[in-house]
T-cell receptor, first 109, second 114 residues
Framework: EDQVTQSPEALRLQEGESSSLNCSYT??????LFWYRQDPGKGPEFLFT???AGEEKEKERLKATLTKKESFLHITAPKPEDSATYLCAVYNQGGKLIFGQGTELSVKP | DTEVTQTPKHLVMGMTNKKSLKCEQHMGHRAMYWYKQKAKKPPELMFV???????INESVPSRFSPECPNSSLLNLHLHALQPEDSALYLC?????????????FGPGTRLLVL
């Protein structure tokens, strides 16, 4: 069964304390892995799409990487405004975008 | 521009009311989606429209009725909802409905059913 699992469920960091979020997936034939950021009560904001193992993408303090089994979202020197829930998603065999449960990130000043 | 707009932002309705949620995009995307999201949970797919035709209905109750008047607009008509239907309703769009296309989400409509 196609599945996406994110860890940890919640992460508390001090401002400037770098860390990584994990997204492991099992899907037959990866057709893209997507990272989104979601603020409370708002829609998911697109961050990155990764298509093949070894691919990396960066945006400001965020860097996403992809292997054959998992993806990492690295956050370098985070700021309080990086606090949000980060969602990872892949397309399953039926063509649906399926999401992990998300990692709730809190960055304290 | 990767903007999807949704109206209204908030909606409170009784169980006997009829209301509609609206979604609009001007990116030339040919696939549009409705998702439902409960608190602390990921979005769940409800409907997919591809080239203005309904292509996926995730066994959603008939009290939710989608409509795609043209390639830029998507509506969700609501009738006789239940309190458990209270949630954030998200619209998304993508270039088309092929696997691998990035979906762009709107800000959502927060629905409360009393």
């Amino acid at each position: 069964e196609d599945q996406v699992t994110q860890s940890p469920e919640a992460l508390r960091l001090q401002e400037g304390e770098s860390s990584s979020l994990n997204c492991s997936y099992t899907v037959s034939g990866l057709r893209g892995l997507f990272w989104y950021r979601q603020d409370p009560g708002k829609g998911p904001e697109f961050l990155f799409t990764l298509y093949s193992a070894g691919e990396e993408k960066e945006k400001e303090r965020l860097k996403a990487t992809l292997t054959k089994k998992e993806s990492f979202l690295h956050i370098t020197a985070p700021k309080p405004e990086d606090s949000a829930t980060y969602l990872c998603a892949v397309y399953n065999q039926g063509g649906k975008l399926i999401f992990g449960q998300g990692t709730e990130l809190s960055v304290k000043p | 521009d990767t903007e999807v707009t949704q109206t209204p932002k908030h909606l409170v309705m009784g169980m006997t009311n009829k209301k509609s949620l609206k979604c609009e995009q001007h990116m030339g995307h040919r696939a549009m989606y409705w998702y439902k999201q409960k608190a602390k949970k990921p979005p769940e797919l409800m409907f997919v429209y591809s080239y203005e035709k309904l292509s996926i209905n995730e066994s959603v109750p008939s009290r939710f009725s989608p409509e795609c008047p043209n390639s830029s607009l998507l509506n969700l008509h609501l009738h006789a909802l239940q309190p458990e239907d209270s949630a954030l309703y998200l619209c998304a769009s993508s270039q088309d409905s092929r696997d691998g296309e990035t979906q762009y989400f709107g800000p959502g409509t927060r629905l409360l059913v009393l």
